[in-house]
C-alpha cells in the first residue's frame, strides 16, 4: 500500500537514497524531512529491501514519534515480513492518533486478507471507503474479498462501483468479466460493457470483454467486430488477435484464423497455445504436414501440452499411421 515516489525525479531519488546511507554509514545527524523519510521507505519497499526499509522507518519514528505515517508504514513492513500479530498491535496503537485514516483500515483489511479472513478485511474495507479519494481502490479491494466468499453479486456491485469512479482501471474492468463468468452471466456483461462503451468508446479492454461475451454466445462475428475495435484502439494488442483468431476459428474461416494467430507473434513471445491452435486449424484443413509442423512447434515450447501431442497422434491416425499416432497419444 505505499504510496509512490513524491515529486522526486530518478537523480534526486538516487542522490536522496546515498545521502540517507551514508548518514547512516557514518552516524551522521542528517536532518530529513517526513516526505524525504517517506520516499526513502518507498524506494526500499519497492526493492523489496526490507532491511533497509525498517532502518528508514526507525529513523522515521525517531524524528516524527507522532507521525501516523511511520506506523503505516512499520506495520506494513511487518505484514510483508509475516509478522502479523506486531503488526496488527501497530495498526491498533496508530488509529488512537488518527481513528479516521483510511489508510489504517487498509492495512488492516490487507492482514485480514492475507489470515485469509474476508469478513474482516471487507469490515476493514468499508470503514475505509469514508475516504472518497481511496473509494476506487477501496471498492476494488472490497470485490476480491466478495470473491473469496464466492459472493459474486456483491463483487460485481463493488467492481461497478469502481469503474465508475476510475473507468481506467484495467484490473476493475477484467475482474468484472472475470465474475461475470463465474456467475455465468454473459448476457448482463455484455449490455454492461456496451453500455460501457457509449460513454468511454476509446476503451479497448471494454471493447475486448464485450468481444469474449459475444464469443461465449458463439455470436463470432459480433466478437470478431468488438475484437477489431480493441485492436483498432491499441493496435500492439495481442490478446485480441488471438481471442480474434479463435472466433474466426469457430466460424470455420481457417485460412483467415491461421493469418491472424501468426500477427500476435509480432507483439508477443512465440506461445505454445498459439502453435497449437495454427496446428488445429491446418488439421481441419486436412493439410497434415502443416498440422504436425505446428504442433511440434507447440511441444518444442512446452513439452507438458498435452494437448499438442494428442493431435498429432490424431493427424498419424488420418494418414492410417495408427501404430505411430499410438506413441504420440
Not at 545527524?29 to 519497499?45: P, T
Not at 479497448?204 to 464469443?215: D, S
Request: proline share 2%; glycine share 4%.
Amino acid at each position: 500500500m505505499s504510496k509512490g515516489q513524491g515529486n522526486y525525479n530518478s537523480d534526486q531519488i538516487e542522490s536522496l537514497i546515498q545521502r540517507f546511507e551514508t548518514s547512516v554509514e557514518q552516524g551522521d545527524a542528517v536532518f530529513f524531512d517526513v516526505d524525504e523519510y517517506e520516499d526513502i521507505i518507498n524506494f526500499y519497499f519497492d526493492k523489496n529491501n526490507f532491511s533497509k526499509a525498517g532502518i528508514a522507518i526507525e529513523k522515521g519514528v525517531e524524528h516524527f514519534p507522532f507521525a501516523v505515517l511511520f506506523q503505516l508504514r512499520k506495520a506494513q513492513l511487518f505484514s510483508a515480513t509475516e509478522r502479523i500479530e506486531e503488526a496488527l498491535q501497530i495498526l491498533d496503537y496508530a488509529e488512537k492518533f488518527d481513528p479516521n485514516d483510511a489508510e489504517i483500515q487498509m492495512t488492516r483489511g490487507g492482514i485480514y486478507s492475507q489470515l485469509h479472513q474476508p469478513k474482516k478485511a471487507i469490515e476493514c474495507y468499508e470503514k475505509a471507503m469514508q475516504n472518497e479519494d481511496m473509494a476506487d481502490e477501496v471498492s476494488l479491494y472490497m470485490a476480491f474479498e466478495y470473491e473469496n466468499l464466492s459472493q459474486f453479486d456483491d463483487a460485481i456491485i463493488c467492481l461497478k462501483k469502481a469503474l465508475e469512479l476510475s473507468p481506467d482501471n484495467e484490473a476493475a474492468i477484467y475482474e468484472l468479466a472475470f465474475c461475470f463468468e463465474l456467475s455465468e452471466k454473459t448476457e448482463d456483461s455484455i449490455n454492461y460493457y456496451n453500455a460501457f462503451i457509449d460513454k468511454y468508446p476509446y476503451s479497448q479492454n471494454a471493447w475486448f470483454n464485450l468481444g469474449i461475451g459475444y464469443n461465449k454466445l458463439e455470436l463470432y462475428e459480433k466478437a470478431i467486430i468488438a475484437y477489431d475495435y480493441a485492436i483498432a484502439i491499441k493496435s500492439d494488442f495481442a490478446s485480441a488477435y488471438f481471442n480474434k483468431a479463435n472466433s474466426l476459428a469457430n466460424m470455420e474461416r481457417y485460412e483467415e484464423a491461421i493469418a491472424v494467430y501468426k500477427e500476435t507473434f509480432q507483439y508477443e513471445d512465440h506461445e505454445a497455445a498459439t502453435y497449437y491452435y495454427i496446428g488445429e486449424c491446418y488439421e481441419k484443413m486436412e493439410n497434415w504436414e502443416l498440422a504436425t509442423v505446428n504442433y511440434n512447434r507447440a511441444i518444442k515450447i512446452d513439452a507438458n501440452l498435452s494437448e499438442a501431442w494428442l493431435g498429432i497422434g490424431i493427424v498419424l491416425d488420418k494418414q492410417n499411421r495408427l501404430l505411430e499416432g499410438i506413441h504420440y497419444v
